[in-house]
């Protein structure tokens, strides 16, 4: 299984410890990432301030690269995910919007024909590789570990890009149910917004809504919570002490990507999935994994 592999911005600095786990997961699940050459930002939520144009050559220009390799787009954040996706679909269902695309990125050299797909690395975990074929790869199993399974909002919505259900989805627990962990009552947040695109201009919103998802997943049980989006891990991560702070509670929920996760129980060291780089302590998760026995 062989992809176009278009990381993010993100994930180059805060986000880190996603790429460190998403490629030495990848390595072990049999998927071969091939590094975009000369990928460009996909705007994020900044670029429509500037213009709905703006953001469609921006993604146009990423696709268009991707189509020149023969391969469809993996990403890892929901952010990237949507405005590719959303693009991906409007050049292969629009000729006029894609020829007038096409006239904006002319002098990069490049041209989007619309023939690829996106796709998110935990679509391709649960439908390309499968239940199946992931339990047989399972080292040790997380019996007795308590997770709280968060998707974030930008892979479910709008309902043409999404790859679960807006309202209630599963895919994040079906895998964590395959890797043998116990998903926490968590469907009133799962799929909740944790306000990182207003976390800059409206920071108190930010936290009251990331500050909801964590005081959820603590109130039921969970030893962690778990993410596939680097926007979603900065906001529920990165600032949980200002939210213990403003809302005078003790949280001290740690944030794991699925992709660290997945990595430890296929054997892979805490070292090599980066999870000394997750700022709320993973030592109690880690430690716990790392006592459960191998599987014959």
């Known amino acids: ?9 993100t994930i ?23 590094d975009m050459p000369d990928w460009n930002c996909c705007g994020a939520s900044s670029s429509p301030s500037h213009g709905h144009d703006l953001t469609l050559a921006l993604q146009a220009r990423n696709i268009a690269i991707a189509e020149e390799m023969g391969l ?39 041209q989007v024909k619309g ?34 399974p968060y998707h974030g909002c930008l892979a479910l919505r709008p309902p043409e890009i999404a790859i679960d259900s807006a309202e209630n989805p599963t895919s994040m627990n079906q895998v964590l149910e395959v890797l043998g962990a116990e998903v926490v009552p968590f469907d009133k947040f799962t799929a909740a917004c944790c306000g990182s695109s ?17 005081k959820g997943a603590k109130d039921a049980g969970a030893d962690a919570v778990v993410t596939m989006c680097p926007l979603c ?30 990595g430890l129980v296929l054997g892979l060291s805490s070292k090599e999935l980066g999870l000394s780089k997750n700022l709320t302590s993973t030592k109690k998760v880690v430690k716990f994994v790392e006592s459960l026995p191998f599987s014959t």
């Open 12 to 34: 180059f600095g805060s986000g880190l410890e996603y790429q460190i786990s998403t490629l030495a997961a990848a390595k072990e699940l049999g998927l071969e990432l091939v």
């Open 233 to 262: 891990h900065l906001n529920l991560d990165f600032k949980q002490k200002r939210m213990q702070k403003k809302f005078e509670t003790e949280l001290g929920v740690p944030i794991i990507y699925f992709t660290q996760i997945i």
């Open 198 to 214: 207003v976390l800059l201009t409206q920071e108190d919103v930010a936290l009251r809504l990331s500050y909801n998802i964590l």
């Open 72 to 110: 469809d787009i993996l990403t890892i954040c929901n952010e990237c995910y949507n405005n590719l996706a959303h693009a991906a679909i409007l050049f292969n269902e629009n000729q006029s919007k894609k020829d007038e695309i096409n006239s904006l990125i002319r002098d990069t050299g490049h």
């Open 1 to 9: 299984m062989k992809y176009a592999y278009y990381p993010g911005c």
């Open 115 to 148: 023939t690829v797909k996106v796709r998110h690395l935990l679509d391709v975990v649960l439908h390309d590789i499968g239940p199946e074929a992931l339990e047989k790869l399972v080292r040790r199993r997380l019996t007795g570990l308590r997770l709280a």
